[in-house]
């Protein structure tokens, strides 16, 4: 292939032509594309932790292509993961359980129902398919639910319901009080495991090697990265090698000053609880769905004031943000849910073992109950709760880096935030190109590490909002 680096020769087993701090799904994919799209062999993929299990394997393994920042490029990033996601599901007899339930944003106030529509308008603007209006007439086009598996001849774009007869008909468990409902189609889940496994599988056997190690130092010489230093269980090694790759998720900042270089991000850390829904409450062909109103949690007088006798539970009294979402999770007769309810988006240091929020469960079935009453039923006695998460490592627009960085040979896949695994695929295919010189599609800049230096581009980021960012 066209390629600058894939003719080079490996002289020994500390060689290689690439080398990738951190095998989670950005590595990996990385790692996927460099080896098989582009035939370059000797890929080592170093990480002290087995793949995927940092980040990756914590993820609610949603995705979507609703994205409405203005210029298209994340609109025209996730578009192009999604079909790369749909053809590894095709090549792998779905190996990867892609579904396409599609988002069901839902809201109990008019005012959003109008916005929702503005987003509409936004999003059938930056590609995401046709746009469909159910209002109760009887020149409204016939609303398709999602199909429950699969993602095959499902409808793309998006329907806004507003008529609250079609709503109570097909999505009963949602308070009386929706209004309206956004059901954005081009959205799902999958198993991300099951794709970072692939990914991992096919890169190895087009010769990617994966160490077991710590990388602690990458050596340049005259700006130009020559090798990179790996602490292993057998010692401190360096494996000579021109290209090196950060992606090294939550530390990808720490790893950016082996490089002298200050990546400019931070984390937010981010939990999700499941539980058993041994009611049945939450039916098991459900789309991903999000109560997009702020709250306040439901609470019965006498909780109010003794809540708010204490300064320590007092905060439990104030409005949460519009950002709660669940999905069913399991095949088959599996009761799982998976709720999420980012209310705490502060930045924080990246620990591990994850810091411990005794209250998020409680506060997530709360809140729960404003979308779906019958979560009620769940208060008197909470179902066990396990609670996981990571971090969401992002930049201030929420939108990746991915490109070189000033010392020759050095590149960055990261701040891959809450859209890593649905974005993985055409985030490695769009490293290995710029690894490999090859042609970058026209989306590429809005990526690139150093954007922030172009004032064009520093204009654009005031005109960014952050309407339905999950
Ligand atoms: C609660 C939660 C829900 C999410 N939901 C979704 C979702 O629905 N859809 C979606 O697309 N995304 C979701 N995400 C985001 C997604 O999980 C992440 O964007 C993605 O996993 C990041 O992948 P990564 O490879 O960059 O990082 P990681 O998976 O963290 O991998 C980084 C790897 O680098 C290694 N590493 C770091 N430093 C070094 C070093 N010096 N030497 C060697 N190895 C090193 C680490 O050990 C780790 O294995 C969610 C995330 C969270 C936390």
Known sequence: MNNPISNRQSTNLHSADAVICGAGIAGVAAAHWLTVAHGIKRVVLVDDRAPLTLTSDKSTEAYRNWWLDPDGAMMALMNRSIDLLEAVARRTNNRIRLNRRGYLYATADPDRAAQFRRQMAQAAKLGAGEMRFHTGAPADPPYRPSPRHGFKNAPDGADLITDTTLIRKHYPFLSEKTVAVLHARRCGWFSGYQLGMTLLEEARAYGAELVSGRVTGVRLEKNRVCGVTVATAGGTETIATETFVNAAG??????????????????????????????????????????????????????????????????????????????????????????????????????????????????????????????????????????????????????????????????????????????????????????CGSQLPEYAAAFFPNRYDDPDYRQFLQSLTDDNQL
């Open 250 to 435: 939550p530390f990808l900042k720490d790893v950016g000053r082996l490089v002298s270089v200050d990546l400019p991000v931070f984390s937010e850390l981010h939990l999700k609880v499941s539980i058993k829904d041994r009611l049945g409450i939450i039916p098991r062909d459900a789309p991903l769905t999000i109560w997009t109103d702020p709250q306040r949690l439901p609470f019965s007088a006498e909780e109010r004031e003794f809540l708010a006798a204490d300064a320590e539970s007092r905060w439990m009294l104030a409005e949460f943000p519009g950002t709660l979402h669940f999905r069913p999770e399991g095949e088959g007769d599996s009761p799982v849910v998976l709720m999420l309810f980012p209310y705490h988006t502060e930045p924080v240091a990246e620990i591990f073992p994850l810091p411990d929020d005794p209250d998020y469960p409680e506060v997530v079935l709360r809140g729960m109950v404003t979308m779906v009453p019958a979560m009620a039923a769940y208060l008197q006695r909470l179902p066990k709760p396990y609670v996981d998460g990571g971090y969401y490592t992002k930049t201030k627009e929420n939108r990746p880096l991915v490109g070189a960085l000033p010392p020759d040979g050095a590149f960055v896949i990261g701040a891959l935030s809450g859209f890593g695994l649905m974005a993985s695929l055409a985030a490695g295919e769009l490293l290995a190109a710029h690894v």
